[in-house]
């Protein structure tokens, strides 16, 4: 086909991917909404300066762990102190020092372990999927690659990057990255490459009007219900920018070891870079239950191993949840750990919709249970209090850190 003659055909469907759903309802009430609520405050107090990291052993990209939904679930709730020691974190400096900081919390109601905004329950019992598949990929590969500079550098898909330890991110701020731990700590020490942590921002050589055409209709029709996006190969040269990462921060939650039963809840880092992006970043937000989400869909993009150079997005319906974790079959592959996952609604303040990161994916997590081997995609959810953390790292005060 002439990608000329298409040209007008795809327009539209682009119109209906992306502006579509503003038009969709009359009414707000019938839209999938943010609810902005008072988060808790997570406040630094006393830092110290620890031995310097040894920066060993290479980073892995898939996560282990004897923990599956059903243990996470059974798992004590933390009390007030828990929280606070598994809430206070490590900061790796590019100059190879390392600081612990004790964090205080408060406003915090240790009764619940839910977001206050998104408590409603629906009366019937949570979804479970009941097939796991061993592999990575469930199913048919459902993912697609971005071609093309008119896409690549276009919200949302701009503010994916990739660490240079293997690891994708997001942008959260003007200079800023939010990724997994297990990225740039093991559990025990951090990873080789941690020190002189780099973020890179992909590029691209040349254009291909045509090979960005083919990508984006494919995505157009796949979101659409269509077939899944398999386009002819691109010709576009891709390159990374690099920035180096002036700061690190990752929680004590994580450090105490991520082969016990709650690191996991714990994977998630944020970098702090030397200089700003200069790129549109996507918000925080508190994650809802994932009944909540529209057509209850999660959405990233990260750089997948299988597919070098190449920006890779995907969507799924999210499946079993805990408290801090969001089970589903997003198809990855190594290399997509640490993107930010994310969903859009209405923001009934600024009467527009909005995507936000409401969690980081942790990548493929193993589980050995009885000799056998399950296997599952997990993200940790951002919660309230995971909000206030993170919005402390990014913002440096609390007065900016209380609505989520």
């Known amino acids: 086909m002439d990608s000329r003659a298409a040209l007008p055909r795809f327009t539209s469907l682009l119109f209906l991917l992306f502006l579509a759903p503003v038009f969709s309802s009359s009414s707000s009430s019938s839209r999938p909404q943010w609810v902005l609520q008072r988060v808790p405050l997570v406040l630094a107090q006393q830092t110290e300066a620890r031995s310097a990291p040894h920066f060993l052993s290479p980073a892995r990209l898939d996560v282990s762990s004897p923990c599956d939904p059903e243990c996470h679930k059974r798992a004590p709730r933390p009390s007030y102190w828990d929280l606070r020691r598994l809430l206070a974190y490590e900061t790796l400096h590019s100059d190879g020092q390392l600081t612990e900081t004790a964090v205080g919390i408060y406003g915090y109601d240790p009764s619940s372990n839910t977001s206050p905004a998104y408590s409603a329950r629906s009366s019937g019992k949570a979804e479970r999927s009941h097939v796991r598949r061993k592999r990575q990929i469930f199913g048919h590969d459902g993912r ?70 083919y990508a984006s209709s494919n995505f157009t029709n796949h979101v659409e219900g269509g077939p899944a996006p398999y386009g002819p190969p691109t010709n576009d040269k891709m390159k990374f920018q690099w920035i180096r990462a002036k700061r690190t921060h990752v929680p ?8 016990n039963d709650i690191g ?77 996952v994310y969903a859009r609604m209405w923001d009934g303040r600024r009467q527009r919709w909005e995507r936000k990161v409401i969690g980081v994916f942790s990548g493929h997590q193993w589980v050995e249970r009885q000799g056998a081997t399950q296997e599952f995609n997990v993200a940790v959810r951002i919660t309230p209090l995971k909000y206030a953390q993170i919005c402390y790292w990014i913002k440096g005060n609390f007065v900016d850190c209380r609505e989520g």
């Open 252 to 259: 004590k939650g994580w450090i105490k070891g991520n082969a």
């Open 264 to 340: 996991m809840d714990y994977d998630y880092a944020l970098l702090e870079l030397k200089k700003p992006h200069k790129r549109r970043h996507m918000k925080l937000g508190v994650s809802p239950p994932a009944q909540r989400l529209p057509g209850r869909r999660v959405h990233f993009s990260g750089f997948d191993n299988d597919r070098p150079g190449k920006l890779v997005y995907r969507f799924c319906r999210a499946g079993e949840e805990t408290s801090d974790l969001l089970y589903q079959h997003c198809d990855a592959q190594p290399g997509a750990s640490g993107s930010g």
């Open 144 to 213: 697609f690659s971005i071609a093309g500079q008119n896409f690549l550098l276009k919200y949302p898909f701009s503010v994916a990057v990739k660490l240079s330890t293997g690891c994708s991110g997001t942008l959260v701020g003007d200079r800023h990255v939010l990724t997994a731990a297990h990225c740039v700590h093991d559990g025990k020490n951090y990873v080789k490459g941690a020190q002189k942590l780099r973020v890179g921002f992909l590029k691209t050589k040349q254009r291909d009007t045509r090979a960005s055409f």
